[in-house]
């Protein structure tokens, strides 16, 4: 009599090889046991896994082979493995500077935020009422760049200074009425900067002319045209220059005055805002973020009130709930590509979102003195070095600076470099006659006599270092205004203060740690520990992204092999990993494609055909690579309109420049048209872009290069375990069939790309390279095995799901088997009619249930669309399903008449437990039902912290930053 | 116009030397600011710190000199240096076994419970009510220990093996009605765990005997004395031994059969409650707990139901909540030492709950076939070495085994352990003709083959390895039971089901992430973050204890600096960190006492003067260390009755064994009397004991060992910042005087302590070393001003908020100035007759306050005892003071016939919101009142997850462990 599941040893043979080991992967990742498989292929009603492959996937892209990647390394193995590839970096004392600083990130930070669950498995912040901790932390960010840059209006993170100046070049190209073309770029500026904004410059047509900026001419040259200038303030030279005649003579011109610049340098510097810019940013990773070879870090972007609506990326503000309570929220959506699409102001949708809070917390920590007090110490420091380098008979070019010298050494730089790498040390080569050098906060005295010591001509006397007399920053630059006021930088500096700050913050914040987060389109699957653990090993984590390649070895190791594992998942030739997000990786095809056409001479392919259904980002990319758009039809049932595709392919049969279409369909289905459609195109000599956000229903099973693609991107922040982080960090590589492979990517530091590259599109050469150990991981650990099973899964859970789901709700589209990808779409617009109820009331309702809602009226208004992942059990699908049935008999109930249509449980939804417990209540439904509608609600349940936002209310009375203190104890 | 506290950088000085690193860790560390300590200052009414410390300490016993410990290093520098010291151990792979394996920790688990501050910051769960995360958590240790021993009950986790071995013959000892004074060990029993009851056999007059159980004649040589044996399964040589009728012949003589055992093996064995043990204990380690050089680890204690109520330790049962749903609390406390004192069955205090959530953890992620699974893999792969290692012609002792082999090599052991250290690899060395290997979950086939590799005499052949033909455990052995059927460990098999559980159980758990933790005595101070960052490292924690010192030299460093430092902090001159907690401290430092004035013929001494307020294990230790406990009485004031102590010390003059006095006393204050006291002592001829516990008022500004202590014991886990786990780890050092040196505490294994030391204390030789990382840096972070520094601001604190409730409340014991130390007492007696209200009362309406209750009813019944710290802000002071004032307005409201005596917010509390949202609602007071009662609670609070707890309920109706399934959702 002993239960089933209880197998004796006598009893059961083994059933894997006797000495394998037992900590393998994919049965952590998978969330179901063979039983929960068999019970879900039972409710759908097909035999086996196979049966239900063969339903979903058109027989014409079926793979035939089985994926060629090797066995899965255990999680034992894998860290191993991973610690002796991160053995392989050599982590060197650093001072190259351009942007990227050694940093000390505080403990309590790095374990709570960076390497917390709570934290980093949060999405992005659409759904306020479960969000309102990293809404507020995202506000300090944006009210500590506004503070620091002395700017109006700061928006929550852009993905790196490089793009954040070619975002900033675009807001002067269209700020005027009548478009300028000409956008002057110093020549100071670092130079991956440059190189992004020239990238980003050709889609537009703007002309990028580098010069220098105190010297040009633009009255004369450029009495019209001019759209802006960008400066960098302390230059990449450190120097510090007095841009505020400048701004005086651009204003004059109608142009707008950017300027890139460096939060800690503003603690001690004029802000930006003071001497007339338009626009700041930079890159924020000094502030606590670690190096990470590159990124991830989070840039921050901040302008004049006159540009907010036309700044891009996500910005938080402040509002009300429907209580009248503060709340925050996602403000001015109607600018982000999901609304604007090819008319958005940019592309950006996964932006930094993690790494902006990290950054806030460090300033949180610190406070305004505290960073002050940083800052004073690096420029003590460098003026320290800079009197002793003067010295021994040396120059420094710049007579002011903050934290980086240019030292003259006639024809020695090279000699320099020589020396300080035999002392495990890296300095800037500017050129033959030129070393630079920047400090950070990381620097300690003994580090300064090193330096000292690799300039000494004769054997160095190891004297004590001095301050120097007087700071070399002149008088006129010192900053006399204050920042970081607000009482929330000035309370959390002791250790118990910040982990409570953080605490407080996260237990308002529903994650994965709480329950599934079934976001279509979003592919919110574990983030496991073991894949997560390696980026913040020293190793990765404080490696500059410019150090000589043989420092980075492990690095290199590790993105061999993960470009390689994701060129046969997906069957390409080249992969390129430098895009930092989906929307990048869009961008970033798209102009290979470009770049492919003219090197053919085929210069006149502009025309880029995208399905209605498509993702705002791919019409924005195309915008953005200055292509034009063409859209296509869809059928009444989803499919592609292939009679319109065709028409239209023709039609444009000499301008076509690609085809970019989503598989499965972002309406969640394999479409059978698809290898038909990637022939029209190809007749009609265009080039086929996949979006790859759905690439979690193929792997294993089918490859985007065998179906008829020539370029796709993946979002490693989806498919491949990346944590959404609240919004970012993502990866979004492409990879491309041979034809493109000349054509990737390349990096004016460090070589990356093929022989007739296009410019950068991120500021490091490898993107986000800290968090590619995550995706590298997970490939290794699950093997192609485990992969192709947990596509399996991804399909069964869907399928399953909208079995269970069908009998209560209109599913919208499947195949003509009756199938569903990995996700699909229920239908709420019939309930507006029969009870008042929109997709949205659903939604709020879910967090009532303890659930994120599912991706909202995309791509479909007034829908939920369902993506449960494979890692979800079956337990908590039905948890889930069992919520969405019982959210229909509130319905139902609404349609009966026993709740009003315009107070009922749904449209008061989500309710906090302040209103429930208020003494009055005069509702149609009780106190409990509204609570715990399940029972095990009663022991299980995330509470909202805010109810409904009152949206209207937020965009148009707009605060982004934080609200005095007084507003909160009103 | 700016504001006061913004500082310019041409304005204002640099505070410091302007080099210095500003990552410093006092200022985090500490509280409060300095514009905070001025406020503080002023309202006790006091002009600095001097002054403070003035009327604080009596005079005679301040310290003159500043404490002479350096500077502290900054976070990064501790890192570094930290980093240095580890890559001194040297890990190699260790088969020594012993008790200890390696094991593999799943991530999921390392990263969200040890790692997780969520986790290791909470309290012992004596406030169930927002403890029922821990409380499940602990409860589901229990199971699995009963189900895997096939046992009754078990207890919550014990020290280690050796001293759960020495409670199991406490219980033999005391089980009849007349004591019986043999006990019986078998030889191959650990011999750490031989020598540790050895130990305890001492103070209660027990006659250990060891030999071969199998072939002793007890019937002849004991038929009346025999109180139990203790037998190892499998034992120490890797032999399984049929103990069965050995059973049966034990218990018909009337003992006790006890059985140290391995849960592991348990999975394929017989278990000892089917065979007829009575108890049965060993180490939860291998269940994913690292090894850490010996600890901590949980050890288990499981008996048989007669027993329950002398079963040592916490023991978590169900009982119902005030509205009749389940709840779970500490069962039975009634047997331990805070309630019995000297009668006792055991001192134990802290415990392990941290590493028995692990290890419970590690239980449900595997589930029972996981478990099995992983047993037969290392039976798999020990007895294909087995085979290997026959076939090169040598002998295996052990016939039958599960994962430890004994090797006959006639002479050549020492050849063999050594060729084995040329390869990285230990095995035990048993006597010179015997190798023991001990295989483990972390084993792979490839260092099967190096262990082969290093027996071969020719050049060996890396054959394939092949499983042996059949089990090496004998059919008879073969367990045929289920184990761990119940759901909790049949769910959570996927990481994200069981991040998801981890994070639930977390949700219901208050710690220091939320609020404070004012418990007097308790010292629950910051664990940083820096400080628990170490523990993890590899170097720390994959390190078995027994290796030869040349591969522990990181440990060696660490641990001699931290003993340097803890004499300085203590003006002894030996340290002893070998005790697991500060009860454990008590014990070693009263034998040690004992030790001495045997050594000088002095055996008479017997007698403990212990004053009546002293904490439950000082006379619990006492009677362990084979003492008569005398109670001296204290003062209406709480001083010390000096009359009473001198004429006891008098009367017991010719054996006086010791004096054991809590300095500052448990009454919060400073006595004025206790240099006096020891002398006193001393003149008589006894030895003083200080319980250290409440050190944290004197570091820096006095010392034990200048007051006139012999020997004192430090909680690590209060005073040093190892943070309380809910429950344990704990640390609890000894420091004594020179004369006392030669006797602390040795170890048969690896030479600890003086030549003429008294046996182990504890299982591993130098107790937890894993943790000591976490004293070490907190010492070498703050340096002798910061430690100085915490001490004022403890003292500050705690008068601060002494002066701000006297208005409110009764403040029982200052000194003279009115002052009192680190703590102190408020008063609730008065409410009894005023209002019907207890201090139990005040403490669960703390609850809905966010709080945890201060120390209830100890020392003085019905009172409440307030310990802040020194890491608790002036806005947190204020906040629980406000929390405080608050409720004492509600009392008044009782008191004044506004809310009826019986049915009032506070006899009602705590308020969960299951109650608040209930439809009916018939209280005197609002809904609102009971939930917000301060207007930041709306938006910061913690909830109590149950009603108050049914204590009597529970008792009579003892279940401790997992209730089924269908009780949760009836
Ligand atoms: C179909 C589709 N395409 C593109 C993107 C943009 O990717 P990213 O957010 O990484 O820029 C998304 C993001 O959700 C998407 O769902
Ligand atoms: C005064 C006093 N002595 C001894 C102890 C026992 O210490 P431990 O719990 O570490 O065994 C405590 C614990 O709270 C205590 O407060
Ligand atoms: O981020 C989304 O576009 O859903």
């Given at each position: 009599n002993?239960p089933?599941?209880?197998?004796?040893?006598?009893?059961?043979?083994?059933k894997?090889d006797a000495f394998?080991?037992?900590?393998?992967?994919?049965q952590?990742?998978?969330?179901?046991?063979d039983?929960?498989?068999?019970?879900m292929l039972?409710?759908?009603?097909?035999?086996?896994m196979?049966e239900?492959?063969?339903?979903?996937?058109?027989?014409?892209i079926?793979?035939?082979?089985?994926l060629?990647l090797?066995?899965?390394?255990?999680e034992?193995?894998l860290?191993?493995r991973?610690?002796?590839?991160?053995?392989?970096?050599?982590?060197?004392?650093s001072?190259?500077?351009m942007?990227?600083?050694?940093?000390i990130?505080?403990?309590v930070?790095?374990r709570n935020?960076?390497?917390s669950?709570?934290?980093y498995?949060?999405?992005?912040?659409?759904?306020?009422?479960i969000?309102?901790?990293?809404?507020?932390?995202?506000?300090?960010?944006q009210?500590?760049?506004?503070d620091l840059?002395?700017?109006d209006i700061?928006?929550?993170?852009l993905?790196?200074?490089?793009?954040?100046?070619?975002?900033?070049?675009?807001?002067?190209?269209s700020?005027?009425?009548?478009?300028?073309?000409?956008?002057?770029?110093?020549?100071?500026?670092?130079?991956?900067?440059?190189a992004?904004?020239?990238t980003?410059?050709?889609?537009?047509?703007?002309?990028?002319i580098?010069g220098?900026?105190l010297?040009?001419?633009?009255?004369?040259?450029?009495p019209?045209?001019?759209?802006?200038?960008?400066v960098q303030?302390?230059?990449?030279?450190?120097?510090?220059?007095?841009?505020?005649?400048l701004?005086?003579?651009?204003?004059s011109?109608?142009?707008q005055?950017?300027?890139?610049?460096?939060?800690?340098?503003?603690s001690?510097l004029t802000?930006?805002?003071?001497?007339?810019?338009?626009i700041?940013l930079?890159?924020s990773?000094?502030?606590?973020?670690?190096?990470?070879?590159?990124?991830?870090?989070?840039?921050?972007?901040?302008?004049?009130d006159?540009?907010?609506?036309?700044?891009?990326?996500?910005l938080?503000g402040?509002s009300?709930?429907?209580?009248?309570?503060k709340?925050?929220r996602?403000?001015?959506?109607?600018?982000?590509?999901?609304?604007?699409r090819?008319k958005?102001?940019?592309?950006?949708?996964?932006a930094?979102?993690?790494?902006?809070?990290?950054?806030?917390m460090?300033?949180?920590?610190?406070?305004?003195?505290?960073?002050i007090?940083?800052a004073?110490?690096?420029?003590?420091?460098?003026n320290?070095?800079?009197e002793?380098?003067?010295?021994m008979?040396?120059?420094?070019?710049?007579?002011?600076?903050?934290?980086?010298?240019?030292?003259h050494?006639?024809?020695?730089?090279?000699?320099?470099?020589?020396?300080?790498?035999?002392?495990n040390?890296n300095?800037?080569?500017?050129?033959?006659?030129?070393v630079?050098?920047?400090l950070?906060?990381a620097?300690?005295?003994q580090d300064v006599l090193?330096i000292?010591?690799i300039?000494?001509?004769?054997?160095?006397?190891?004297?004590?270092?001095?301050?120097?007399?007087?700071?070399?920053?002149?008088?006129?630059?010192?900053?006399?205004s204050?920042f970081?006021q607000?009482q929330?930088?000035n309370?959390?500096?002791?250790?118990?203060?910040?982990l409570?700050?953080?605490?407080?913050?996260?237990?308002?914040?529903l994650?994965l740690?709480?329950?599934?987060?079934?976001?279509g389109?979003?592919?919110?699957k574990?983030?496991?520990?073991?894949?997560?653990?390696?980026i913040?090993?020293?190793?990765f984590?404080?490696?500059?992204?410019?150090?000589p390649d043989n420092?980075?070895?492990?690095y290199?190791?590790?993105?061999?092999?993960?470009e390689?594992?994701?060129?046969i998942?997906?069957?390409?030739?080249?992969?390129?990993?430098?895009p930092?997000?989906?929307?990048?990786g869009?961008y970033?095809g798209?102009?290979v494609?470009?770049?492919y056409?003219?090197?053919?001479g085929d210069?006149?392919?502009?025309?880029?055909?995208?399905?209605v259904?498509?993702?705002?980002?791919?019409?924005a990319?195309?915008?953005?690579?200055?292509?034009?758009?063409v859209?296509?039809?869809?059928e009444?049932?989803?499919?592609?309109?292939?009679?319109?595709?065709?028409?239209?392919?023709?039609?444009?049969?000499?301008?076509?420049?690609?085809?970019?279409?989503t598989?499965?369909s972002?309406?969640?289905?394999?479409e059978n048209?698809?290898?038909?459609?990637?022939?029209?195109?190809?007749?009609?000599?265009?080039?086929?872009?996949?979006?790859?956000?759905n690439?979690n229903?193929?792997?294993?099973?089918?490859?985007?290069?065998?179906i008829?693609?020539?370029?796709?991107?993946?979002?490693?922040?989806?498919?491949?375990?990346?944590?959404?982080?609240?919004?970012g960090?993502?990866?979004?590589?492409?990879?491309?069939?041979?034809?493109?492979v000349p054509?990737?990517?390349?990096?004016?530091?460090?070589?990356?790309?093929?022989?007739?590259?296009?410019?950068?599109?991120?500021?490091?050469?490898?993107?986000?390279?800290?968090i590619?150990?995550?995706?590298?991981?997970?490939?290794?650990?699950m093997?192609?095995k485990g992969?192709?099973?947990?596509?399996?899964?991804a399909?069964l859970?869907a399928?399953?799901?909208a079995?269970r789901?069908?009998?209560?709700y209109?599913?919208?589209?499947?195949?003509?088997?009756?199938?569903?990808?990995?996700?699909?779409?229920i239908?709420?617009?019939?309930?507006?009619?029969?009870?008042?109820?929109?997709?949205?009331d659903i939604?709020k309702?879910?967090q009532?249930?303890?659930?994120?809602?599912?991706?909202?009226s995309?791509?479909?208004?007034?829908?939920?669309?369902?993506?449960?992942?494979?890692?979800?059990?079956?337990?908590?699908?039905?948890?889930?399903?069992?919520a969405?049935?019982s959210?229909?008999?509130?319905?139902?109930?609404?349609?009966?008449?026993?709740?009003?249509?315009d107070?009922n449980v749904?449209?008061?939804s989500?309710?906090?437990?302040?209103?429930?417990?208020?003494?009055?209540w005069?509702k149609a439904y009780?106190r409990?039902q509204?609570?715990?509608?399940?029972?095990?609600?009663?022991?299980h349940?995330?509470?909202?912290?805010?109810?409904?936002?009152?949206d209207?209310?937020g965009?148009?009375?707009?605060?982004?930053s934080?609200?005095?203190?007084?507003?909160?104890?009103?």
């Open positions: 002993l089933k599941t209880f197998r004796t040893f006598s009893s059961t043979p083994l894997c394998s080991p037992l900590d393998t992967f994919p952590r990742h998978n969330g179901s046991s039983a929960e498989i068999k019970a039972d409710t759908i009603g097909v035999k086996d196979e239900l492959v063969n339903k979903t996937i058109p027989a014409n079926r793979s035939t082979q089985a060629a090797e066995g899965g390394l255990t034992s193995e860290l191993k991973l610690g002796d590839i991160a053995s392989k970096n050599k982590v060197y004392k001072y190259i500077g942007g990227y600083t050694n940093t990130v505080p403990s930070i790095l935020i960076l390497e669950p709570g934290w498995t949060q999405y992005t912040p659409y759904q306020p009422e969000s309102q901790g990293r809404l507020e932390s995202l506000l300090n960010f009210t500590m760049v506004t840059t002395s700017m700061a928006n929550a993170s993905l790196d200074e490089g793009t954040a100046a070619a975002e900033a070049m675009l807001i002067s190209f700020a005027g009425k009548q478009k300028r073309h000409t956008f002057f770029v110093d020549e100071k500026c670092h130079p991956q900067t440059i992004c904004l020239q980003r410059a050709e889609g537009f047509g703007i002309n990028v580098i220098d900026v010297k040009y001419e633009f009255e004369n040259k450029h019209n045209d001019l759209a802006g200038v960008l303030y302390p230059a990449t030279d450190g120097s510090i220059n007095d841009y505020s005649d701004s005086t003579k651009i204003h011109l109608g142009g005055v950017v300027c890139a610049t460096d939060l800690m340098a503003l001690l802000p930006p805002g003071e001497w007339g810019a338009d700041a930079g890159n990773q000094r502030f606590g973020v670690p190096l990470g070879y590159g990124g991830p870090h989070a840039a921050f972007f901040a302008c004049k006159q540009h907010k609506r036309r700044m891009p990326g996500r938080v402040v009300r709930d429907a209580n009248g309570n709340a925050y996602l403000s001015l959506q109607t600018r982000e590509q999901h609304i604007r090819e958005a102001t940019s592309n950006i949708c996964t930094q979102a993690l790494l902006a809070n990290m950054s806030a460090y300033a949180i920590y610190h406070g305004p003195e505290g960073i007090a940083i004073k110490r690096i420029h003590t420091l460098t320290a070095l800079a002793e380098i003067k010295q008979g040396y120059s420094i070019k710049n007579d002011a600076f903050f934290d980086t010298l240019n030292v050494i006639e024809n020695g730089a090279d000699d320099i470099i020589r020396k300080a790498a035999a002392a040390i300095f800037r080569k500017v050129d033959n006659n030129t630079g050098i920047t950070d906060e620097v300690i005295k090193e000292i010591q300039f000494s001509k004769d054997s160095y006397k190891n004297s004590d270092l001095q301050p120097a007399n007087k700071a070399a920053i002149p008088q006129k630059f010192i900053r006399t204050p970081m607000h929330v930088f309370s959390h500096h002791s250790e118990t203060e910040m409570r700050y953080i605490y407080y913050l996260q237990s308002r914040d994650s740690v709480h329950s599934m987060i079934p976001l389109s979003c592919t919110m574990l983030n496991a520990t073991t894949e997560m653990i390696p913040t090993w020293p190793e984590a404080n490696m500059h992204p410019f150090v420092q980075a070895e492990g290199k190791i590790l993105i061999n092999e993960l390689k594992d994701l060129a998942i997906t069957g390409f030739d080249g992969i390129s990993l430098q930092n997000s989906g929307a990048q869009e970033t798209l102009r494609i470009g770049a056409h003219k090197s053919r210069d006149k392919r502009n025309v880029c055909l995208i399905p259904s498509a993702h705002g980002t791919n019409p990319s195309a915008a953005m690579a200055g292509m034009e758009v859209p296509v039809k869809c009444n049932n989803g499919d592609l309109d292939m009679k319109d595709l065709e028409e239209k392919a023709t039609k444009y049969k000499d301008s076509l420049a690609a085809f970019m279409v598989y499965p972002t309406f969640g289905v394999f048209g698809v290898v038909k459609a990637c022939e029209i195109i190809h007749q009609n000599g265009g080039q086929v872009y996949m979006d790859g956000a690439l229903a193929q792997i294993g099973l089918c490859t985007p290069a065998d008829g693609m020539d370029v796709c991107h993946l979002n490693l922040h989806k498919t491949f375990c990346i944590p959404h982080g609240g919004g960090p993502g990866v979004g590589p492409i990879g491309v069939k041979s034809h493109l054509f990737l990517p390349g990096h004016p530091v460090v070589k990356t790309g093929g022989d007739k590259c296009i410019g950068p599109v991120a500021a490091a050469p490898f993107g986000s390279p800290d590619l150990p995550i995706s590298w991981a997970y490939i290794k650990m093997g192609g992969l192709t099973a947990a596509t399996h899964l399909l859970n399928n399953y799901m079995i789901l069908s009998n209560h209109k599913i919208l589209f499947t195949n003509q088997n009756g199938m569903c990808a990995h996700e699909f779409i239908d709420i617009r019939p309930f507006q009619k029969t009870a008042g109820i929109e997709a949205i939604a309702r879910l009532d249930y303890g659930f994120h809602s599912p991706t909202m995309w791509p479909v208004p007034n829908t939920l669309m369902i993506e449960p992942t494979e890692s979800e059990s079956k337990a908590e699908l039905d948890r889930f399903c069992d969405m049935i959210i229909r008999e509130e319905i139902s109930s609404i349609e009966n008449g026993q709740q009003p249509i107070n749904l449209t008061n989500p309710h906090t437990i302040e209103t429930l417990i208020s003494t009055t005069d009780s409990e509204a609570a715990f509608p399940m029972k095990i609600l009663t022991t349940k995330f509470w909202p912290s805010v109810g409904r936002l009152d209207a209310f965009d148009r009375n707009l605060i982004c934080c609200p005095p203190i007084e507003d909160y104890l009103e």
